[in-house]
């Protein structure tokens, strides 16, 4: 080729990319996604099954789509889902009556009974189960424990979670543990404990991720001071973006590659948008408003839907969410951004809208595409930098 139509074509490329059409894009989007595989790490399908009928599976089969789910076969295999990341999780308020190990056995029930109940799933356990499965046109099934209050205290249940297959602890839920400060409750041990602090080192030991959303930013520091290990975000944002307590500050940020670690977006409206917390506040001043003006607790909570109904939440758009992972891979790095959408129910009043079920990954994708980012880079963030984390995780494990 002469050196004149070369830079032609280097002239032309970028002509190329701001005329291909959103058709065309979503097309390359999803030939992307054929390759990569896509790890998604949080999905609440077990809770949502649990609560429907106590997890009863006879009679339900997701070989076939179930709009009122948060997943099923067909769907996940539209949005080009390769690798899923089942969540076990129960309630954190289960702590006060000791009820919460009991609970996340229910969990890991139900998930090992979904992934049997059909031939598309199998459960990984290991990088190489991702690839191996991914290979042989099924879906990997992993599970993620999320809260660290289901172990109860005990190092020998995490133990027993990691046998029945969890490859990552989110160290809290909502609410601060005897152990951990949870991002969205009372600050209470300045982070972690030293017996939090001997969790991370047995997740380590185990090969077990370490799932640091929800926890507050102290925990999160602590964590990574002491994790020989990756640490993962398996649906987080980025605070800069929207500044909700429970999204990634930027000096944590900073210390991912360093550490391996890698932030999963997730799809949740409220920790996407950045509007949310104006509304959260106006929400809140008119919560107090009818508290003072009512004393029944029925007349507040329909006081407050029709609130909402007149001031409908701002929602978030795709390019949001392009927008915390725009601001993650500038502050962290390409290498340290992946997806963990966190479709816990029907989709259509918790999801960004035209991100509100699992078929929609492609369009996230080709809303990056349209931004200039490259195929390498979509694979990255579709899942390679989730299993190059895992494999180093497990390399840890072995030393
Ligand atoms: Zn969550």
């Known amino acids: 080729m002469t050196r004149h139509i070369v830079a032609l074509l280097v002239l032309s490329a970028p002509l190329a990319a701001a005329q291909e059409t959103d058709a065309a894009r979503l097309a390359r989007a999803r030939a992307i996604l054929e390759r990569a595989p896509l790890i998604d790490t949080h999905n609440d399908l077990p809770s949502m099954l649990i609560e429907r009928n106590g997890g009863d599976l006879a009679g339900l089969d997701l070989g076939v789509v179930h709009p009122e789910l948060c997943a099923d076969v067909p769907r996940l295999r539209e949005g080009g889902v390769g690798a899923q990341y089942w969540s076990v999780f129960t309630d954190s308020a289960n702590m006060k009556t000791n009820r919460s190990l009991h609970e996340a056995l229910r969990e890991f029930d139900v998930v090992r009974r979904l992934v049997r109940s059909r031939p598309e799933f199998e459960l990984a356990r290991s990088a190489d189960d991702i690839e191996r499965i991914r290979r042989s046109g099924r879906i990997a099934s992993l599970i993620g424990v999320e809260g660290g209050h289901m172990i109860e205290g005990s190092l020998a249940v995490l133990r027993i979670f990691h046998e029945l297959g969890a490859r990552y602890l989110t160290l809290t839920h909502w609410d601060t543990i005897e152990w951990a400060d949870a991002a969205t409750d009372r600050n209470e041990h300045e982070g972690l404990t030293e017996f939090g602090e001997s969790v991370v080192r047995e997740l380590n030991r185990l090969g077990m991720f370490v799932d640091l959303s929800h926890v507050s930013a102290e925990t999160m520091h602590d964590a990574l001071r002491v994790s020989r290990a990756p640490v993962i ?167």
Do not use: C
């Not at 392009?322 to 918790?350: E, L, M, N, Q, W």
């Not at 990954?361 to 390498?376: I, Q």
């Not at 990255?380 to 030393?399: C, D, F, P, S, Y």
């Open 233 to 399: 975000f398996s649906h987080s944002g980025a605070r800069a973006v929207d500044p909700h307590p429970r999204n990634v500050p930027d000096d944590v940020l900073q210390l991912l590659p360093k550490n391996g670690g890698v932030v999963h977006v997730n799809f949740i409206k409220e920790f996407v948008s950045p509007a949310d917390p104006e509304w959260q506040r106006r929400r809140k001043a008119a919560l107090e408003e009818l508290h003072a003006g009512l004393d029944d607790e029925k007349a507040v909570a329909a006081g407050i839907a029709d609130w909402e109904k007149a001031n409908p939440h701002p929602g978030g758009t795709i390019a949001e969410v392009a927008d915390h992972i725009d601001h993650i891979r500038k502050v962290a790095g390409i290498d340290h951004v992946g997806i963990g959408a966190d479709f816990y129910d029907a989709g259509t009043t918790s999801m960004v809208p035209g991100l509100n079920d699992v078929t929609r990954y492609p369009y996230l994708f080709a809303e990056l595409l349209r931004r200039g980012y490259t195929d390498d880079d979509l694979l990255k963030i579709a899942g390679r930098n989730h299993l190059r984390a895992m494999r180093q995780m497990e390399k840890v494990a072995e030393r």
